[in-house]
């Protein structure tokens, strides 16, 4: 079995899913009313929360892991300077370097790399 999607509600769909664009490199369509984002192998569905927000417990989030922390950081830097809702700064873990923000509408995103975790976690990634 296989992750196949997310779908999640917003206020504003068209600007989360135009987040999920431009820093997260998914391609995105209008199709009835739902905002159908793709990436090889895995679809996010934006739904409108039709006036109600979503009420997300505090630690919950979406992580996407990218290359290197280079990459972390220079997508840290990009977020910032456009002024997306920034949780943390780019923390060095053992499990990787990440970052935490909040997309419009509300949702928490990790964005990290597993390419500096230590030796002990590493062994536990596929």
């Known amino acids: 079995m296989k992750l196949n999607h997310l779908s999640f509600p917003s206020l504003d769909p068209a600007q989360t899913s ?3 664009e431009k820093y997260l490199g998914f391609t995105r369509s ?3 009313g739902f905002w159908i984002l793709k990436r090889p192998g895995f679809d996010v ?3 409108n929360g039709s006036g ?3 009420d997300w417990p505090r630690t919950f989030h979406v ?3 990218l ?6 950081e220079a997508l840290y830097a ?3 300077a456009d002024g997306v809702a920034m949780e943390t700064e780019v923390i060095s873990h053992e499990r990787g370097s990440r970052f935490f923000c909040r997309a419009p509408g509300g949702v928490m995103f ?3 790399t597993r390419a500096d975790a230590t030796p002990e976690y590493r062994a536990t990634f596929d």
């Open 30 to 32: 209008l199709v009835g």
């Open 110 to 112: 990790e964005l990290n």
């Open 18 to 20: 135009a987040f999920f």
């Open 63 to 65: 992580g996407f892991e």
């Open 45 to 47: 569905v934006i739904e």
């Open 78 to 80: 990009a977020m910032a």
């Open 67 to 72: 290359p290197t922390r280079a990459d972390v």
């Open 52 to 54: 109600l927000a979503p």
